[in-house]
């Protein structure tokens, strides 16, 4: 155990730490004012601490023999997935959280999935050991493992995590040795697709949103497609968010208004600012510095990450860094992003910044299975 603990990278460690820290002081400044939301400071150190426990257990458990159990794993999530459209709770017009029996806390699921799909998909891509995954052996199957939680958490819908399993799955694709010409063809596909339905969307508007109506598709998701795609055509109260958002950033500057000074923020001006749209927080409080160093902070983090499976002795290892790297990279650029207005606005939160325990406890799990990939280089065992 001491060996273990003698391996540990302490700039991954040190950088959860200050953004666990960050998270507390800017989620505490955005909730300072509204008196709408009840979220205490107790509570929020109490789940960064039941965090960090998880991070640390994960990193003791041997990642290979998770591996060995992908495929327990992912019929386990599939369930959780089918259970929580039947039985879950509805928030912001999505079923897909289940209400815990203690603590007034809800366990979202999809979150646990993400990392089970990563381990799944490592432990069915090690197989090849490192040769071009071909059509009918592997990308179709894999295109499957994928194809099934994510129709499950888009019918919820929630389209934000859905397509945080596209970005995992294309992510591992890309590792996993994946042929060009196949490559080729998904950009080809993926992009007249795109245009089509900005096609479609711009010239019988009105047609498309009857049939998305008609498949119980929520309201606000076509109002933030319309916002993103025909921004001339969208009302103003579509707009709010996003100008807002914009402003408060912009009016940061340099060093920003400090802290608990944020107009906007203070103000309650910024819809959801306590999770969604934290990053305004920062950007307003703390101006372009204090945006940039957090931005910093993830690029170490990845980059240290990235070292790892570099050096890892087994490719499902590599795999699920990559696979976890994919994840909370999309995160950060997508929530970013939509923040500046070049995304368009999704429920995506901002990993180990925006408030919410599911998604905090499952990111600092992702980085206990980085650690523990890093713990158990020295010993390798036959890859299944």
Known sequence: ML???KK???????ILLALLTASIFLVYSATYNDQKIDIEIKKMLIISVVSLVAFLF????????????????????????VAVYFFGVEKNGAKGWFK????????????????????????????RDGEKLTLVRDVIPIGAMALLPFGLVAIQ????????????????????NIRISYVLIGLAVAAGGLYLFVFLFKNYHDALVGFFEALNVPGHWLDRLNTYINPETATRDDKWQVENSMRAIGSGGLLGEKYLQGTSVQSSFIPFAYSDSIFVVVGEEFGFVGASSLLLLYFVLIYRMILIAINSNML???Y??????????????????????????????LPFISYGGSSLLINMMAMGLVMSIKLHNDKPIEEI
């Open 316 to 318: 499902s290892g590599s």
């Open 8 to 14: 540990v990278d302490i700039s991954i460690v040190l």
């Open 157 to 176: 819908p929630d389209l934000g995590n859905a397509l945080i399993l596209l970005a995992i799955v294309i992510g591992m694709f890309w590792i996993g």
């Open 100 to 127: 815990l029996p203690f603590g007034g806390l809800d366990f979202q699921p999809v979150e646990l999935v993400k990392l089970i799909l990563i381990v799944a998909l490592a432990a069915f891509m090690a197989r």
């Open 320 to 349: 699920i860094i990559i696979g976890i790297v994919s994840m909370l990279v999309f995160q950060i650029f997508e929530n970013v992003g939509m923040m500046i207005g070049i995304m368009p606005l999704t429920g995506i939160t």
């Open 58 to 81: 994960v990193s003791m458990i041997d990642y290979r023999e998770l591996i060995k159990l992908s495929p327990y794993l992912y019929g386990f999530g599939v369930l959780l997935l």
């Open 3 to 5: 060996q273990k603990f």
